[in-house]
């Protein structure tokens, strides 16, 4: 880590129930966020992701250690898939969230499982600054135990 930057914890959770996470009120006094992640689901789903609420805008690619990739304008940006069977560990970052004048909010993820491993980066077309985060999954499936979410700050001293 480059000398003068921190890692400060907003917020954690562990277990999180339900179809989908949301990281709110987010502190707009950090240059970049992150969200370090191990997730179990209780079926095969993808973990997708959301800003402010926004379903739409979204741009992603991504590429998986079997050598194929795929990409997307939708509604939400895929981060990895989960088979349910496994923990997946993940790590997002978002790069420049706070500033207004700044018309994408670019993001950088990776991930992997004992099966894929996935790096990808995705931008959301909004000039609005990110107040929240939104982890949702597909197919009806929810978040199981062992799973941990926790959502960084980082700082410049």
Do not use: C
Request: hydrophobic share 35%; charged share 10%.
């Amino acid at each position: 880590m480059a000398a003068g930057i921190t890692f400060e914890p907003i917020a954690t959770t562990s277990s999180p129930s339900g179809t989908s996470y949301t990281f709110s009120n987010i502190p707009q006094n950090y240059t970049d966020l992150v969200v370090v992640g191990s997730i179990k689901m209780s079926g095969n789903t993808t973990l997708r992701l959301r800003f402010n609420g926004s379903s739409s805008g979204y741009s992603y690619k991504h590429y998986l250690s079997d050598g194929s990739n795929s990409q997307g304008n939708t509604s939400q940006a895929d981060l990895v898939d989960n088979n349910g069977l496994v923990l997946s560990n993940f790590y997002l970052d978002v790069m420049n969230y706070a500033p207004t004048t700044l018309v994408n909010k670019s993001f950088l993820f990776r991930s992997g499982d004992m099966t894929y491993g996935w790096l990808g980066s995705g931008a959301w077309n909004s000039s609005a600054a990110i107040t929240s985060i939104e982890l949702l999954t597909t197919n009806g499936q929810t978040f199981s135990s062992p799973s941990v979410l926790t959502l960084y700050g980082i700082a410049r001293a």
